[in-house]
T-cell receptor, first 115, second 113 residues
Framework: NAGVTQTPKFQVLKTGQSMTLQCAQDMNHEYMSWYRQDPGMGLRLIHYSVGAGITDQGEVPNGYNVSRSTTEDFPLRLLSAAPSQTSVYFC??????????????FGSGTRLTVV | LAKTTQPISMDSYEGQEVNITCSHNNIATNDYITWYQQFPSQGPRFIIQGYKTKVTNEVASLFIPADRKSSTLSLPRVSLSDTAVYYCLVGVPNAGNNRKLIWGLGTSLAVNP
């Protein structure tokens, strides 16, 4: 059972480039989300989805797009990378929005550097 | 402004009990309190979740007072492998009937030999 798989693990982009961070889960979880983690800022929610075809913005959505065409996949797109998007990105899933007795399952992260 | 507050860092020694307290002054009535552990270069990992009083599992205990404005994660007899960052997560009331999840900034626990 792989859990939550994120690719790539590391990425360097030039300012203005675009890319997609991939996230896939094999636990049939309805809820999936993207966080960014920065020193001194903790975990901040970017976008989330409560099921296939349904997405919504989190705390820091600007500069990021998401879609949810299947239960398993929840890619995060950076349309025009900026240095302020240098961060570690985590994908998480859950079988309930907040009240799952087992909480969220996180991927191992993507470390993104924008130069 | 709803927020959670945790100590930035703590030091301990192998075999000791460690208690990490998180203050959450505006927790939503029906929301749980959840604690996560994070090792370097890994995503956070669920440790324990509770609503009120005390919850215990194989790795930790969670103590929640009646007013639920704080919670204490208790790690019994820590070992070197417990060196990590520990986060609390709570839900707070948001606009309308929504709730917003608030993460603490994390407590960096260093366990020494």
């Amino acid at each position: 059972n792989a859990g939550v798989t994120q690719t790539p693990k590391f990425q360097v982009l030039k300012t203005g480039q675009s890319m997609t961070l991939q996230c896939a889960q094999d636990m049939n979880h309805e809820y999936m989300s993207w966080y960014r983690q920065d020193p001194g800022m903790g975990l901040r929610l970017i976008h989330y989805s409560v099921g296939a075809g349904i997405t919504d913005q989190g705390e820091v959505p600007n500069g990021y797009n998401v879609s949810r065409s299947t239960t398993e996949d929840f890619p995060l797109r950076l349309l025009s990378a900026a240095p302020s998007q240098t961060s570690v990105y985590f994908c998480a899933s859950s079988d309930g929005i907040r009240d799952s007795p087992y909480g969220y399952t996180f991927g191992s992260g993507t470390r993104l550097t924008v130069v | 402004l709803a927020k959670t507050t945790q100590p930035i860092s703590m030091d301990s020694y192998e075999g000791q009990e460690v208690n990490i307290t998180c203050s959450h002054n505006n927790i939503a009535t029906n929301d749980y309190i959840t604690w996560y552990q994070q090792f370097p270069s890994q995503g956070p990992r669920f440790i324990i979740q509770g609503y009120k009083t005390k919850v215990t599992n194989e790795v930790a205990s969670l103590f929640i007072p009646a007013d639920r404005k704080s919670s204490t994660l208790s790690l019994p007899r820590v070992s070197l492998s417990d060196t990590a960052v520990y986060y609390c997560l709570v839900g707070v009331p948001n606009a309308g009937n929504n709730r917003k999840l608030i993460w603490g900034l994390g407590t960096s626990l260093a366990v020494n030999p």
